[in-house]
């Protein structure tokens, strides 16, 4: 075997070992990858468990303080009962003087007869004193009504949020940024973007059409001008999020003379009791007269907890007073309850539920169904946690099946996701985004803006 042979046989293992090294560094990668969204996921859903029991003791709390005051209102000190004291006695028998007794026959011979003596005067008894009632005190006012909160002007609210979304930390826009700024990017650094992009909950067919649109754009390709490169990846996030996009409340179009319905569907521990509240503010600060229908019967503090929202901004709630009552019944009353008052808005709560449960699933139809026998159902809105990813387009998908949703309102955007998902579940499910929810506080929700919110995370 001559040395060519020899060298070739070399140069080949070598390219063999290099082509299995290279095939092993790949699925190492994805398996590292696979592994960290996994720990994510499971982060997030413990998180977001964590937070929907604290947020049932504060309810919870809340309602034991509200019954304790009420049983403290309805025991007040009433007026003191004054007693009379027992009335003097009459004058006894023995306080009147008896007469004399006139003398017999013989006594009277026996004796000269003497005057007979003049009976002596009965005493008159003295009328009998009464002492005079005690005054009654007069009852305690009832205290009163607390005057209605009033709720942060939409206007505000998107500045507020907006300013929120640019403080808080957030490595999607950072780490997006930092990659494209680059001199030369290299093959390596177009997969860091994309994975990037992925562990942001972007979606893997939204990553891949964004990277291909910024790899061939002759505006980020080759240019390290940090100005130039935040402009162009700014418009790119603003395409995949839908800067044109219609994302108008239904409730909000003119024209209707009559209530719009609203109903509020997603599984446990999303917010969705919560969400309902704070839209309810959100329409009383835009001046309208709201119901909210607590149709969410199976969790027992539910209907407390939206009867507590309400009552921050006097806005009424329909509920049974029976817990495991018929929800569609419920919806039945508040739509009835919306026409009679001559609301603006009816916003009705569902039980929260898993979207794998095919009986509760059909429940939500009935809802909508008996619903609709006194009023059109205007919008059906789903309430996603952001930070739940991608398993939150499983959820989205089975409830657009069943009950067909018209828009989706993000909770807890301000969590890890960091806003990649929504740009997934506008392209997996052709629904707008309408609504976004940054905190825990009552005014915390606000329409979705495109543009606030890519500037947001790109601040």
Known sequence: MDSNTLAMIGVAVVAIVLIALAVWFSKSRKRDLDKTIAERDALREQQSREAEEKERKAEAEAAAAREESAQAEESGAGAPVSEEPAAEGEPGPAEVAEPAKALTGAEAGETPAEPESEPEPVAEPEPESRPEPAAQEPEPAPAPKPEPERPESVGGRLTRLKAKLAKSSNPFGKALFNILAKDNLSETDWEDVEDTLLLADVGAEASEQLVDDLRTDARVTGKADPAEVRAALREKLLDQVGRDTDRTLNADKPGANRPSVIIMVGVNGTGKTTTAGKLARLFVADGKKVVLGAADTFRAAAADQLETWGARVDVPVVRSDKDGADPASVAFEASAKAKEMGADVLIIDTAGRLQNKANLMDELGKIRRVTEKNLPVDEVLLVLDATTGQNGMTQAKVFAEAIGITGVVLSKLD?????????????????????????????????????GFVDGILA
């Open 415 to 451: 969590g890890s996701a960091k806003g990649g998902i929504v740009i997934s579940v506008q392209k997996e499910l052709g629904v707008p985004v309408k609504l976004v929810g940054l905190g825990e506080g009552p005014d915390d929700l606000a329409p979705f803006d495109p543009e």
